[in-house]
């Protein structure tokens, strides 16, 4: 009889379905628990480590101010450049098509390789100028944590040099990658500010705890 019961496809519908449930509310506590003790180890951290600093305190320095430098140069020689080339390419007898029976598309026929060099150099100066200026204003060469550990100032590689620095809320930081991983770079998120603040993990954490409170 037991045997018949066992040979049911039904039994074994049933007793998989409950061994799927088992096994997942025993891994939904899993992570639950996990969870549970990270969230404790973090606040016994905050505990620990006092973020309410008498002086200004550097948690993070990059030192390579050579090497955006020459990132920067690299940035304005692109745009100077193409836009050389655009000036050089540029064909002012364009201007005829409203001044002769030359239709529009003739003239892009006619002078295909002069135009698609003119409109390419015209684009890829400003933008390749931009980029670089943008990686290089997310690009940051110090955090500091101000006194009183309610603030702390975040230093750029910024092409201009009054926009480099800016004074931000802790709670308004958090990083969401681990300073521990194996990636190059550590990604800062700025509530209200665009893109991502990168710190290359080649820098320095002078206070690595003191860091962790604040990003996390």
């Given at each position: 009889?037991?045997n018949l019961?066992?040979?049911?496809?039904?039994?074994?519908?049933?007793?998989?379905?409950?061994?799927?449930?088992?096994?997942?509310?025993?891994?939904?506590?899993?992570?639950?628990?996990?969870?549970?003790?990270?969230?404790?180890?973090?606040?016994i951290?905050?505990?620990?480590?006092?973020?309410n600093?008498?002086?200004?305190?550097?948690?993070?320095?990059?030192?390579?101010?050579?090497?955006?430098?020459?990132?920067?140069?690299?940035?304005?020689?692109?745009?100077?450049?193409?836009?050389?080339?655009?000036?050089?390419?540029y064909?002012?007898?364009?201007?005829?098509?409203?001044?002769?029976?030359?239709?529009?598309?003739?003239?892009?026929?006619?002078?295909?390789?002069?135009?698609?060099?003119?409109?390419?150099?015209?684009?890829?100066?400003?933008?390749?100028?931009?980029?670089?200026?943008?990686?290089?204003?997310?690009?940051?060469?110090?955090?500091?944590?101000?006194?009183?550990?309610?603030?702390?100032?975040?230093?750029?590689?910024?092409?201009?040099?009054?926009?480099?620095?800016?004074?931000?809320?802790?709670?308004?930081?958090?990083?969401?990658?681990?300073?521990?991983?194996?990636?190059?770079?550590?990604?800062?998120?700025?509530?209200?500010?665009?893109?991502?603040?990168?710190?290359?993990?080649?820098?320095?954490?002078?206070?690595?705890?003191?860091?962790?409170?604040?990003?996390?």
């Amino acid at each position: 009889m037991l045997n018949l019961i066992f040979k049911h496809p039904s039994t074994h519908k049933f007793v998989l379905t409950h061994l799927r449930s088992a096994f997942e509310i025993s891994s939904f506590k899993s992570n639950k628990l996990l969870k549970n003790v990270l969230t404790q180890h973090r606040k016994i951290t905050q505990v620990d480590v006092n973020m309410n600093v008498q002086n200004n305190v550097i948690l993070y320095k990059l030192n390579k101010d050579k090497y955006y430098r020459n990132v920067k140069i690299f940035a304005v020689g692109q745009l100077l450049g193409w836009l050389t080339l655009a000036y050089s390419t540029y064909n002012p007898s364009l201007w005829s098509i409203f001044t002769t029976d030359i239709t529009l598309k003739e003239y892009f026929i006619s002078n295909m390789f002069q135009t698609g060099v003119f409109t390419f150099a015209l684009i890829a100066g400003p933008f390749m100028f931009f980029f670089i200026y943008a990686l290089c204003s997310r690009s940051v060469k110090y955090i500091i944590l101000n006194k009183g550990g309610k603030t702390v100032s975040i230093v750029t590689y910024h092409v201009l040099k009054k926009k480099s620095s800016s004074v931000i809320p802790v709670e308004m930081v958090k990083s969401t990658v681990d300073r521990r991983s194996k990636s190059g770079f550590v990604s800062l998120k700025i509530k209200n500010k665009y893109f991502y603040y990168l710190l290359d993990n080649g820098g320095t954490y002078v206070n690595p705890k003191l860091f962790d409170c604040v990003t996390e």
